[in-house]
């Protein structure tokens, strides 16, 4: 290999400051506290940002039994749905319908779907509107049976 005169140092001293930037970045490491935060996705709003609670079957059952969580099934076409469930607004109607749902932006909204996909824009949809106490399912209805929930039949 033949360098040109003035660049021979370029080249290595390029190469070392990209492994520094990549050491740096791999080294750093939750603190404690990051590590027992609770698992969220930051939705974007444009003006600010607004905390999407994902969780599991278990810790939704837990929502849908507690007064003032007002569940939402957004998966289109009904596929059925969960027992508590206090309305069923398709994901791509949430913002036309949020008539539906509490004025009140910081009730507190259970959404859910078939696999989360549908859910997971609901909740963007809604976090854009203003609602800021928001929980989605992951995985869904799907993850919901899968830890031997039962679903009602569509229509129910």
């Not at 929502?63 to 069923?88: E, F």
């Amino acid at each position: 290999m033949t360098c040109r005169p003035g660049l021979g140092l370029v080249r290595p001293a390029t190469i070392a400051l990209a492994a520094l930037v990549l050491l740096a970045a791999c080294a750093s490491t939750p603190t404690a506290h990051e590590a027992a935060a609770p698992s969220t996705a930051t939705v974007s709003t444009g003006a600010a940002a607004s905390p999407v609670r994902l969780v599991d079957a278990a810790q939704f059952a837990e929502l849908v039994d507690r007064d003032g969580v007002v569940v939402v099934n957004v998966h289109t076409p009904d596929d059925g749905s969960i027992a508590g469930t206090d309305a069923s607004i398709p994901f791509d109607q949430i913002g036309e319908r949020v008539a539906e749902l509490p004025a009140d932006r910081a009730a507190a909204l259970a959404v859910y779907c078939r696999t989360g996909t549908m859910s997971a824009a609901a909740a963007t949809t809604l976090a854009t509107l203003g609602y800021h106490n928001l929980t989605d399912l992951a995985g869904g209805m799907q993850a919901w049976q899968d830890a031997g929930h039962p679903l009602l039949a569509a229509g129910s």
